[in-house]
């Protein structure tokens, strides 16, 4: 059984960083994307990182191109999302997915077509 155990979430100030960990167990993963969705309340899950298991794709939302980067340590099956100037509309509850199988660039963008999902964790940016 798949888990993804996600950490990192919290409170900072406007400008302030933070970084998400997303540990993966269960199963050897050696293909697929892992990514790193939003959501606000009354509203669904949002992408705002991908990154395929093999290092070869990367994908941000525009709203944080040059503030967030994804990365992977495949030795440790962990996914990273370092978030820096952080804004007041970057409040939400995120969360990391994983889908281990060859995926279509346009499917890692989609979030109903991940099959794992961590537990989420929340973020705030206080102004």
């Known amino acids: 059984q798949v888990q993804l155990v996600e950490s990192g979430g919290g409170l900072v100030q406007t400008g302030g960083s933070l970084r998400l960990s997303c540990a993966a167990s269960?199963?050897?993963?050696?293909?697929?994307?892992m990514g790193w969705f939003r959501q606000l309340p009354g509203k669904g899950r949002e992408s705002q990182a991908v990154?395929?298991?093999?290092?070869?794709?990367?994908y941000y939302a525009d709203s944080v191109k040059g503030r967030f980067t994804i990365s992977r340590d495949n030795a440790k099956n962990t996914v990273y999302l370092q978030m820096n100037r952080l804004k007041p509309e970057d409040t939400a509850v995120y969360y990391c997915?994983?889908?281990?199988?060859?995926?279509?660039?346009?499917?890692?963008?989609?979030?109903?077509?991940?099959?794992?999902w961590g537990q989420g964790t929340q973020v705030t940016v206080s102004s």
């Open positions: 997915a994983g889908r281990f199988r060859p995926t279509p660039t346009s499917d890692a963008l989609e979030p109903d077509r991940y099959d794992y």
């Open positions: 269960g199963r050897t993963f050696s293909s697929g994307v």
């Open positions: 990154i395929s298991w093999n290092g070869d794709y990367t």
